[in-house]
């Protein structure tokens, strides 16, 4: 249960910096932090988190109170290279970075094993005679 976002118009390390605080926690908590926390990264972080977990209810009919985040990797894109003039005729390089994101969830272990226990079906006991012979 993943989301992809590649050529986001940020640099990776800036998005990594806000990643570290939401990597392994619950994918509802995450996505409320990350409402709150002021930075672009954050904005674009929780979307794509959000984009996961409709991915994980829908593709994988997944409650979305049982995913946490496993993975966050954030990734350089493609960089636009600029250059601006400078003094005696030189140009000085700009790289306008840019980033993927990838975000895997998973479900955590307590409420599978819950769920599994559920949707196992009971067999039906085996009745044991005790014939005299």
């Known amino acids: ?4 976002l590649r050529n986001t118009r940020t640099s990776p390390t800036k998005v990594n910096l806000v990643a570290k605080l939401v990597r392994g926690k619950d ?12 930075r672009k990264g954050a904005r674009i972080l929780a979307k794509v988190i959000e984009s996961a977990i409709a ?3 829908n593709n994988f009919k997944q409650d979305k109170s049982t995913l946490y985040i496993k993975e966050i990797i954030v990734n350089d894109g493609i960089m636009f290279k ?6 005696r005729g030189r140009s000085t390089p700009i790289l306008k970075r840019n980033a993927h994101i990838t975000v895997k969830l998973d479900v ?8 599994a226990k559920t949707t196992e079906k009971k067999e039906p006991a085996k009745e044991t005679s005790s014939k005299k012979q």
Not at 82 to 87: C, E, K, L, Q, Y
């Open 27 to 38: 994918a509802r908590e995450a996505v409320t932090f990350l409402k709150h926390v002021p």
């Open 108 to 115: 955590k272990e307590q409420a599978a094993k819950e769920t």
């Open 1 to 4: 249960m993943k989301s992809i």
């Open 55 to 57: 991915n994980a209810e």
């Open 82 to 87: 600029r250059s601006i003039m400078r003094a």
